[in-house]
């Protein structure tokens, strides 16, 4: 499924014409403290400092696109959008231990984070966060990719510690979750029913690999799952834990458009997480609105990115603005008060994965 460079560019150039027809307006009240003009002082340039970068990077190879955008996820999900994903030693972060579970994310999502941090501080001095930087990052990825541009509230700080393993399990749903549990991961998010679907369209671009499916197709097949479909995957993973990857989805893997619904509506969804959208009654009507109304899509996918971006931010003078965004500051004051360890949760969805 490879991707000319001159389409890419052609995707790029396009996308960037389209971008102030989709442009979402800020609607709604944000978090308090943080901002949509938060750096118009401190760092005007950031925006297209950070957008300039990434074309640049996109233009290489567009799949760094769909690894930001899950990192922002992950970052979000565990312990709030507070840059923790990223600190050296955090369960999915550069300094991840052989013995615990693989989140793979993808190693470059780091290093493309920690090159735009240094960009932009070059720039504007240590003003700028890194846990900002991320929501930026997966904004253009989205955009970039041929998805809606909308305005992200910035002001985040970053945090000083990042969350346990057991933590992280217990707070990232697992593909092989039904929509129940999915509802349910979100719903404690307070993301309903339309803003999970919508978010889960960002699979609409990236990869899996074979251990995240695999049930699916053994020892027993899937019943709702599309055969043909099915039997290709068995030949992208020979075994249950075959090192390899395919596409999220199969009709448009590189572009950020409305097909991973049509997918769906087809039973070629990935993940159980995914077809199971399709089948619950819940969620099915939902799915075939987006599988036949791209635009509704998009806005509903950037109202639910704004709100899922402002999920337990730290602001104001909580946390701090990272000089590496993989390690902590070192002369940080507040380090006794990071070191308070929040309740340990039990992996429980999880258990026995990977
Ligand atoms: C609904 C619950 C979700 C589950 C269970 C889930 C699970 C997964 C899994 C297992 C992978 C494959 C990882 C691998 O094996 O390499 C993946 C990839 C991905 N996910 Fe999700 N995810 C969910 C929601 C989201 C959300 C909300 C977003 C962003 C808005 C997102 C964005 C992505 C992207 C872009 C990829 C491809 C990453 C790459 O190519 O490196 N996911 N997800
Ligand atoms: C974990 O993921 C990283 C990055 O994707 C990869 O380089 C590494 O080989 C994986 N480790 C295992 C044990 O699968
Ligand atoms: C994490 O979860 C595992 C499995 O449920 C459990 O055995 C372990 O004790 C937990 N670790 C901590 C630090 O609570
Ligand atoms: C969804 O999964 C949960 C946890 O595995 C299970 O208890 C529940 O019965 C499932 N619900 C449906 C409708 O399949
Ligand atoms: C990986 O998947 C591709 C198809 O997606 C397949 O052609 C290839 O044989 C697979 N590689 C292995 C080692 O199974
Ligand atoms: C898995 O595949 C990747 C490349 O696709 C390779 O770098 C890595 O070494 C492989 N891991 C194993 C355990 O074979
Ligand atoms: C950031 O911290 C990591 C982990 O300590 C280190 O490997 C890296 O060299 C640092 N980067 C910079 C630019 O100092």
Redesign the pocket.
């Known amino acids: 499924m490879a991707t000319s460079s001159s389409s890419v560019s052609l995707l790029l150039i396009s996308s960037l014409l389209l971008a102030s027809l989709n442009e979402a307006k800020p609607s709604g009240p944000i978090v308090s403290g943080l901002s949509w003009t938060f750096y118009q002082k401190s760092c005007p340039n950031l925006e297209s400092i950070v957008r300039k970068q990434l074309q640049k990077v996109f233009k290489k190879d567009i799949g760094q696109a769909a690894g930001l955008l899950r990192l922002h996820f992950h970052d979000c999900f565990v312990q709030g959008c507070d840059g923790s994903v990223l600190l050296e030693g955090s369960a999915a972060g550069p300094g991840e231990q052989q013995s615990i579970p693989n989140l793979t994310l993808r190693k470059q999502a780091f290093e493309i984070i920690n090159d735009l941090r240094a960009r932009v501080h070059k720039k504007c001095g240590r003003v700028v966060s890194c846990s900002d930087i991320v929501v930026l990052a997966a904004r253009d990825s989205v955009v970039l990719s041929g998805g809606p541009d909308y305005d992200v509230p910035l002001g985040r700080r970053d945090g000083l510690g990042f969350a346990t393993v057991n933590a992280t399990l217990a707070n990232l749903p697992p593909p092989f979750g039904n929509t129940t549990v999915i509802l349910n991961s979100f719903g404690s998010k307070n993301l309903n029913a339309k803003e999970t679907v919508a978010l889960s369209g960002g699979h609409t671009i990236g990869i899996s690999h074979c251990p995240a499916f695999t049930s699916r197709l053994y020892p027993t097949q899937d019943p709702t799952m599309d055969k043909t479909f099915a039997q ?2 068995k ?4 075994t249950a834990n ?6 999220l989805d199969i009709r448009s893997p590189n572009v950020f458009d409305n097909k991973y619904y049509v997918d769906l509506m087809n039973r070629q969804g990935l993940f159980t997480s995914d077809q199971d959208l399709y089948t619950d009654k819940r969620t099915r009507g939902i799915v075939t609105s987006f599988a036949v109304d791209q635009k509704l899509f998009f806005d509903e996918f950037a109202k639910a990115m704004i709100k899922m971006s402002q999920l337990s931010v730290l602001t104001g003078n909580q946390g701090e603005v990272r000089a590496n965004c993989s390690v902590r500051n070192a002369n940080n004051e507040n380090f006794l008060a990071s070191v308070v360890e929040e309740a340990v949760e039990e992996p429980g969805v999880w258990a026995g994965f990977m």
Request: hydrophobic share 25%.
């Open positions: 290709n995957l030949k992208a993973c020979p075959s090192n390899n990857t395919t596409v």
